[in-house]
């Protein structure tokens, strides 16, 4: 029992008992296997049976063990006994039922594991109406209820596919088994679409939403291994279940394990059980399931064939087959299969035909419907194959968005018929969509003019053909006056839609009139329609096309002016899609967008959050900062923000903590695309990352994954994208960590609080964001294959610990504050050596840390240490650490900066160096802070004393070697500050360290109750001979 669970041993052993007792059970079994069926029963007392009662009977005590190891070991061995043995003594059953049952709570997930391995055997015997009255309330209820407890609510990855892999294929657990096809573990959902799926038999047996959703959660799954499965799941076993009834072939031929051959009707059966009108719509899971499904059955590729059958005998199926198959081989590099696929296609003036059929078998059914009364019986069916008519029709519009129209005849077709389809006011509108685009392609990339001067036609014929009832009532002037063709003067200034006069409307009813009205606004939702794929498929100058210009002056800007709520929709994005193609209309227009935004409905705002961010990021020149005075010299004109800065920042932050939780999403998604281009200036960005950095870590955001999702994705990516991004996330870390502790105080209760989430998260997720080693292009790789940082990679965290210290050292700062700014200052990366990586202040230019941003951060670290600002031995040992490292640091730098002005001054046989006083002590201090974090290093003026006091000691015994030492090398030691005798020369030496500090660079760090100050070798070697002339005295 007391084996360990890496111990293989501990396995053979309880291996070899359920062997040796299955062994002997079976030969039990063939002694009374010659008794007649009267006189056999139920169970036999054999010593086999007794045996295992025994050993049962023992083992079963030790399940509640103190010792993990025990009960595993226990459970492990009962459990391996049940599953080799065929029957068990009823009393023992309930024993052992009852026991795993209670492990099925235990702490350690092995222990869960065999608990479960073991019930799985009993689920079969499980009798929920024979429960035992005696047990506690947790080992109350059906085993097969507790399995699936667990299945779903285990944190142990491992012990639900456990579970999964132990419970019975029944039609009752058949659902809870294909929810973990959404497991948060990778290899859960392996097995389940790589064991458990192919297992189950004929996938019809599922419903229509369960089948969706397996295909659909497979091919988009994050792991490769789950998507490959789900792909060879659908193109394989389910599409093999389809097309077993159709083979032809004779049963001698048929092998077992062999696919059927290739059969068109069996894979439209396995598209029409996946509903492909609803899951073949643009960005539905049928296209990626049959983009997979081409991929691996070449067969199918090469076998099926296009021939006139087939195109005279469509239905959503074929088409749909058709569809994938050509948008395959466009997105395939292999020129075999681009060939094959040209030659399985018609000719365009042959699809011009077929395209021409369906479309008029659209019309007639969209006819059928609107005839029919609403309480018909038969129109739900209507409905029906208009939806499955229009299906068909918009996979034909996407094949011929892709032909080939160099044949002069066939593009003329397909010219007529697409012209003529636009202006059918019946046309669904993902079909007249999809027609616009056709005809533009039709028309070449020398044809804009013309395909706009068509639109403004089309428009007018959509105007007349829903509106006959209304025209045949204005006669005489006003019919003359109503825009009748669109043939007529595209320059004039009558609107495309025109108000019925008093004359039309006063001879009608109520009913009428409100019919009219309704009417109409299908009139102008219609156009606007067209008008906004126009302008999604034209790249021109907006003012030099009299087409779009008319389009824009009597279409678009009245409806935006319009109170119907769908009519000023569409109006606002039709004049953002023009805007795009104008800058001066996106300039004359901004203020119309704020003012949307501010008096506009929850639809209205998206729309207008989506435009105002297209815009700027077109034409962003829109917020360019300018100049008050042009006549200025330039050294005198200043920018000034540009004022449309602020109103758009308000409205991406009032959008973004908007309580419509899509208005925050799309607006996350709009500010992440400007800050990510870096179009908006630093105070800007600043203020929205705050908010987006806030929101990330306020746990009322669970509530809405898709914000937390856009977040996650979005802070990683702009801080690493540019160093300049990740200081500028180091500036607002302080401010962040201020506002989340206010957040907590306001969330006094404890509920609100646990759900917040710990300090430990919130600075390890500020310290990689703003660790410049991490930035796109930070990192270089050496000639010995090593990675290292550039100069500039430290800078944010550098800028960052300067920060968190001076906030720190406030006297504002409270405990709670202070205690986390620590903890984030310890997870900062400040390397310990790297003085070719520090510039002067005054140097200019980017590229490494400043001098003097070092030296500021030295003396904060030191005010730290001195003031003990620590909460605990961590802490502090943390800022002893870093002050070590920064001390070694500078003295690097004046050991850089002291050689090249010695040899500005006279150029000597053996240069001099510069050593700081901190320089010999700084590794035994970060020595002493790494060997234990439980103490403070010793202070620095100890250390220091020390130091010199050893110094003193070797003097006489080495006093030739260091003078000798003195001549190639120049040395700066520290002197005692507390020898009486030295007063007068310690007081010269300050003195002339402050004049040399300009020429020799001199590390001097000011503090609070004393000074350092740097020594020259003219120091020593008098401090030298002064002590020689006292020692001899």
Known sequence: MGVKKSEPVGDRVIRFLGVFLKHASEKDQQIFAAESEEEATAFHETPTSRLTSNILTTILAFLTAKDKTIRFRATQTVAHIVNSLTTIDDDIFNLIRLGFLKRLRDKEPSVRVQAILGLGRLAGNDDDEQEDEDSDDEA??????????????????????????????????????????????????????????????????????????????????????VRKAAATLFRERWLEDCASSRDTRPEEERKPGDVAPPNLEALCELLERIDVTRSGEEEGMAHEAMRQFWDGRPDYRRDITFDHEFWNNLDAQTAFVARTLNDYSQSTDDDRVQSMIEDKMPEVTMFAFVLQRELNSLMELVDKVAMMEENDPEIEEAQEDVEEQDFIVQQLLHIAHTLDYTDEMGRRQMYNIMREAIAKAQLPEECTKLAIEVLRKVCGSRGESDFCALIVEAIADVRDSLLDADDATVTGENAEESFHSAQSDVDMDAPLIKPKTAKATENLTEEEKEERQIREVMVYSKCLHIAQCTLQNVEGDLESDTSLTNILNTLIIPAVQAHQAMIRERGVICLGLAALLSKDLADNNLDLFFHCFTRGHDALKEIVVQVLT?????????????????????????????????????????????????????????????????????????????????????????????????LSYFLPVFCHSKLKNAKLMGEIAVPIISKLLIMRDENVEEEDVDE??????????????????????????????????????????????????????????????????LSLLSKLSIAPSGAANIRKADDGGDGAVDEESLRTLHSLVSEAVEGKIGADATQRNALAKLEATLTKRLGEVGNATHVPDDEEGERTATPETTVAPEASVAGDEETEAEADVTEVPVPRRQAEKAVQDEEDEDEEDEEDTMLAGMQGEGTRMPLEEDDDDDDDEDEDDEEQGEQSVAEHSALTVGRDDRRRTMVTEDDIMESLLQSEMEDSA
Not at 167 to 188: G, H, K, N, V
Not at 779 to 798: F, I, R
């Open 140 to 225: 109350a209820g059906g085993i097969l209820d507790k399995l699936l407890d667990i299945m779903i609510n285990d944190p142990s990855a491992e012990v639900r596919r456990a579970v999964l892999l132990n419970l019975p294929l029944w039609p009752s657990t058949l659902r809870y088994i294909l929810e973990r096809a959404r497991d948060m573990d990778a290899t859960t959902r392996r097995l389940v679409y790589g064991k458990i799926l192919p297992a189950l038999g004929d996938f019809r047996h599922m419903s229509l939403v369960e089948r969706e959703k397996l295909i659909r959660w497979g091919l988009r799954d994050r792991d490769d291994i």
């Open 614 to 710: 297209d815009v700027i990021i077109t034409h962003p020149q829109l917020l360019t900062p300018t100049i008050p005075d042009p006549d200025a010299e330039t050294d005198d004109a200043e920018p000034i923000t540009n004022p449309r800065i602020r109103p758009i920042t308000k409205i991406l932050l009032k959008a973004f903590t908007s309580d419509n939780k899509r208005i925050s999403l799309i607006s996350c998604t709009a500010a992440s695309k400007l800050l990510l281009l870096g179009i908006l200036p630093p105070l800007s960005t600043a203020e929205i990352l705050k908010a987006f950095t806030l929101t990330y870590f306020d746990p009322e955001t669970a509530a809405n994954p898709a914000l937390r999702q856009a």
């Open 756 to 821: 917040m989430v710990g300090w430990p998260v919130i600075t390890a997720h500020l310290s990689e964001w703003t660790d410049g080693r991490k930035v796109v292009g930070a990192t270089e790789l050496g000639l010995d294959g090593k990675t290292s940082s550039t100069a500039e990679a430290e800078e944010p965290h550098v800028y960052l610990a300067i920060d968190v210290l001076e906030r720190a050292l406030t006297s504002t700062c409270s405990k709670d504050e202070r205690k986390p700014l």
